[in-house]
């Protein structure tokens, strides 16, 4: 009977242990979950001021008219029907759009060549030398770069028009001309560019079995059959981030042409960016310039919609 007893007993502490053990692992989560709320806070906050705060207010402010001394005025739509209705904003979206055009696709040419050029065979070491060498200019301050080669290109004195003296090509007004002003801009943001787009391209090459191309050499396959019937379709998941990145950052172009030619001669080199810049700091018509800033957001959003749209059929995952 006795023993009944302490057994009951014994039974009727085994829940309260249970129940104790399962309070002090219930306390445990809700410290860890503290603690980690603790560590996110900082990155939390970081992120509200600096990024969503000024999204909200470029969305509100591009409805107003704002010069930061007097109080917002509210306008409506005024701010985007003036992009429309100004031609330096126009012209400005155009030289954009154009220079995106050119850059990108010489600089997704240039990476490609480089790239298959550096996974030929080659020795380890040199192979390294290049990948770091081609890298280099992107690490590079972009406004200490564009008035370096602002001197290059000078057509008085510059070094590139010294060169090509000697070969009795005259002075090229590099910098004076239309034409020749956009084509530096391009050359100088390749050059600084590239090096990134390269190096993931030398990835995805890398990702390539080598055994497709000897079994391909095995059927006669060599060169350029090689490259279209394999390089280019494994590599394309590899070029569709390549060219998402590089289109979305040449869109937002502003050092070069700002540092090198300030928008010019005329408005041969203003872009989107410089118009934004701009408007915002020089003419301080903020409101116009958050509608301006949206409507080049907007063109980068259908941009890259349209090109992950276009994947579907051109991008090969297996």
């Given at each position: 009977m006795s023993t009944t007893v302490e057994q009951t007993r014994a039974g009727a502490k085994v829940p309260a242990a249970k129940n104790a053990g399962t309070g002090q692992g219930s306390g445990r989560d809700k410290g860890g979950k503290r603690l980690a709320a603790l560590f996110l806070a900082p990155t939390i906050i970081g992120i509200a001021i600096f990024t969503l705060v000024p999204i909200v207010a470029s969305l509100t402010l591009a409805f107003f008219r704002w010069d930061i001394i007097s109080a917002p005025e509210f306008v409506g739509v005024d701010n985007f029907v003036s992009i429309g209705a100004d031609p330096t904003i126009r012209r400005a979206f155009l030289n954009t759009v154009g220079f995106v055009a050119v850059a990108v696709t010489l600089q997704l040419s240039v990476s490609i060549g480089l790239a298959v050029l550096i996974q030929s065979k080659m020795p380890n070491w040199l192979r390294t030398f290049f990948r770091s060498t081609f890298f280099l200019p992107l690490v590079l301050s972009a406004s200490s770069v564009s008035i370096i080669m602002s001197y290059l290109f000078n057509q008085n004195f510059g070094?590139?028009?010294?060169?090509?003296?000697?070969?009795?090509?005259?002075a090229v007004p590099w910098l004076t001309s239309q034409?020749?002003?956009?084509?530096?801009?391009i050359l100088v943001y390749v050059w600084q560019n590239f090096g990134f787009t390269f190096l993931l391209i030398v990835g995805g090459l890398s990702s390539i079995p080598t055994e497709m191309y000897e079994a391909s050499s095995i059927d006669g396959a060599t060169g350029w059959k090689q490259f279209k019937n394999i390089t280019l379709p494994l590599l394309s998941p590899t070029l569709l981030v390549a060219s998402v990145m590089a289109i979305i950052?040449?869109?937002?172009?502003?050092?070069?042409?700002?540092?090198?030619?300030?928008?010019?001669?005329?408005?041969?080199?203003?872009?989107?960016?410089?118009?934004?810049?701009?408007?915002?700091?020089?003419?301080?018509?903020?409101?116009?310039?958050?509608?301006?800033?949206?409507?080049l957001t907007l063109l980068i959003m259908l941009v890259t919609a349209i090109q992950f749209r276009l994947s579907r059929r051109f991008v090969h995952y297996n």
């Amino acid at each position: 009977m006795s023993t009944t007893v302490e057994q009951t007993r014994a039974g009727a502490k085994v829940p309260a242990a249970k129940n104790a053990g399962t309070g002090q692992g219930s306390g445990r989560d809700k410290g860890g979950k503290r603690l980690a709320a603790l560590f996110l806070a900082p990155t939390i906050i970081g992120i509200a001021i600096f990024t969503l705060v000024p999204i909200v207010a470029s969305l509100t402010l591009a409805f107003f008219r704002w010069d930061i001394i007097s109080a917002p005025e509210f306008v409506g739509v005024d701010n985007f029907v003036s992009i429309g209705a100004d031609p330096t904003i126009r012209r400005a979206f155009l030289n954009t759009v154009g220079f995106v055009a050119v850059a990108v696709t010489l600089q997704l040419s240039v990476s490609i060549g480089l790239a298959v050029l550096i996974q030929s065979k080659m020795p380890n070491w040199l192979r390294t030398f290049f990948r770091s060498t081609f890298f280099l200019p992107l690490v590079l301050s972009a406004s200490s770069v564009s008035i370096i080669m602002s001197y290059l290109f000078n057509q008085n004195f510059g070094l590139v028009n010294q060169v090509i003296a000697l070969v009795g090509i005259p002075a090229v007004p590099w910098l004076t001309s239309q034409g020749g002003a956009m084509v530096v801009i391009i050359l100088v943001y390749v050059w600084q560019n590239f090096g990134f787009t390269f190096l993931l391209i030398v990835g995805g090459l890398s990702s390539i079995p080598t055994e497709m191309y000897e079994a391909s050499s095995i059927d006669g396959a060599t060169g350029w059959k090689q490259f279209k019937n394999i390089t280019l379709p494994l590599l394309s998941p590899t070029l569709l981030v390549a060219s998402v990145m590089a289109i979305i950052s040449a869109l937002q172009i502003f050092d070069q042409p700002y540092v090198i030619t300030r928008g010019g001669p005329g408005d041969s080199t203003r872009t989107a960016v410089m118009v934004i810049y701009e408007t915002a700091f020089k003419q301080l018509d903020f409101g116009r310039a958050f509608a301006i800033g949206i409507v080049l957001t907007l063109l980068i959003m259908l941009v890259t919609a349209i090109q992950f749209r276009l994947s579907r059929r051109f991008v090969h995952y297996n």
